[in-house]
């Protein structure tokens, strides 16, 4: 049984996945340390922490050769985050030193920091991602690696690894009150070429989608503004990264009751029934029929809807990813000692 944790990841926006996660590690009893790496960074920037983000980000984008790359982690607001943490755990150890990302801390480090204890690198995003982080040089240098996208796995080598999906809050959805439906079709996330694409189709043939993110008109939702907007929608449609996995946006909007059409991946296929659960599509036409056709039939889309929620609040909670990371981990314990 893990007592001592050490969790490196992001806890400032109240949006951060990271949260329910600490607070599921802790509903467990473990004693949990947090290192805020990113507000950290942040912080040591002052006035100019934007355009600092932007230009030592840009030094990422996979066109510039490995060595200029590498130029990201000479950011003085980087490496001083570094030095603040090992300030923080000098003589500590710990039982297990979780890592959600932590692009700003550099993969150097990890030997030193493997010395307080054995370290889970926990990767939430898609291929292309993971290879502009070069998320590959964390797992190898850590005893345990994973990763909520299937495909991101063999780009991981030889580490112990697993496939581990997120999750939806139990808290947060079990005790909603319905809400009217105001609003058709919402997207809610960042707009990019081949989401704006499909938009644009979709406008085209008479569906209006109503679009929520940083980069759109209406701005962002986060926490009881989203579920809210959620709850009061016929159709959420999410449109997926390139790749097999999908992002923790799939089980939020499905935990709310609300009727999700998503394009169609890999790994929705192992954890949701299509036309039982949700509803998911694999061209921009078969996007269009399914909104038309689910529009006109409502009880068709909210026993749908139904069956999705209760898919999730018993299968793909919080609880349960937290469980399977620990259970991951204790297992091997256990196999280390005989």
């Known amino acids: 049984m893990l007592k001592r944790v050490l969790f490196i990841g992001v806890f400032s926006p109240t949006h951060s996945k990271n949260i329910p996660q600490l607070e599921e590690l802790r509903r467990k009893g473990i004693d949990v340390t947090t290192f805020d790496y990113r507000a950290n960074t ?9 355009f600092a983000w932007r230009l030592f980000w840009a030094l990422k984008l996979p066109f510039f050769p490995k060595p200029v790359r590498r130029l990201f982690y000479r950011d003085p607001a980087r490496q001083g985050m570094a030095k603040e943490l090992f300030s923080k755990i000098k003589g500590e150890t710990y039982d297990l030193i979780l890592i959600s ?12 920091l493997r010395r307080h204890g054995p370290l889970f690198y926990y990767f939430m995003d898609y291929l292309k991602t993971a290879r502009i982080v070069e998320a590959d040089e964390y797992a190898k240098r850590c005893d345990y690696a994973s990763t909520t996208w299937s495909d991101v796995l063999p ?19 079990k005790h909603l009150k319905r809400r009217k439906k105001k609003h058709d079709v919402i997207f809610v996330g960042m707009i990019d070429r081949p989401r704006r694409r499909l938009l644009s189709y979709l406008k085209r043939n008479g569906i209006k989608v109503e679009v929520y993110g940083p980069n759109t008109r209406n701005g962002p939702r986060y926490n009881q503004a989203l579920t809210k907007l959620y709850q009061e929608s016929r159709i959420i449609l999410n449109i997926n990264r390139p790749g097999a996995g999908f992002s923790a946006r799939v089980f939020d909007a ?19 029934v299509k036309g039982k659960h949700l509803e998911w599509f694999a061209t921009k036409e ?12 409502h009880k068709e889309r909210e026993t749908i809807a139904k069956a999705g929620r209760k898919k999730v609040l018993e299968d793909y909670t919080w609880k349960n990813q937290i469980e399977r990371l620990l259970s991951f981990v204790e297992d091997h314990n256990k196999r280390k000692k005989t």
Do not use: V
């Open 101 to 112: 990302k932590a692009e700003d801390l550099h993969y150097k480090f990890l030997p030193k």
């Open 42 to 50: 942040n912080k040591r920037r002052g006035p100019f922490k934007w």
């Open 286 to 297: 078969e996007c269009l029929n399914a909104i038309r056709h689910y529009l006109k039939h």
């Open 155 to 173: 780009f991981f080598g030889n580490t112990r690894k697993l496939h581990l999906i997120q999750g939806a809050s139990l808290q947060d959805y």
């Open 254 to 272: 499905m935990a709310t009751g609300s009727f999700l059409l998503a394009t169609h991946n890999k790994d929705l296929e192992k954890f949701f």
